[in-house]
């Protein structure tokens, strides 16, 4: 999926944070569709965070100890402005054919 649409992920400080002393275990945080924890004895750590979907906050939503933070979403507007993000996104979702209209009304 064209998230960034070539832009590098390593130069898109997006990714999560854990507070160690705020984490319990609950192991939600497990459920990332990619792989971006690991699981310790001492419960989640953040192993691979540019794997994580940019703008993505799922696992921070559901944390039940509410111990992962991200960037603030101002943050990654930011970039996706001053990079030009948007328009290269909406070109290559236009090219995939995944802004062709299928319904009518
Ligand atoms: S924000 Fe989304 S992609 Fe990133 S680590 Fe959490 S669940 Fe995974
Ligand atoms: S979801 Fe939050 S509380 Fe649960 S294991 Fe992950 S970091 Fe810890």
Known sequence: ??????????????????DPS???KCGMC??????VY????????VARPYACVPGCT??????LGDAI????ASYIREVYKKEGIWSK?????E??????VKISE
């Open 1 to 18: 999926m064209p998230w960034l649409a070539g832009f590098p992920r390593e130069k898109l400080g997006w990714y999560p944070t854990i």
């Open 22 to 24: 705020k984490c319990v």
């Open 30 to 35: 497990m459920n990332c569709g990619k792989n």
């Open 38 to 45: 690991d699981w310790t004895k001492n419960g989640a750590v």
């Open 58 to 63: 799922t696992c921070a939503t559901l944390c």
């Open 69 to 72: 933070t991200f960037p603030p």
């Open 89 to 93: 996104v909406k070109k290559v979702l």
């Open 95 to 100: 090219e995939e054919g995944k802004l062709m």
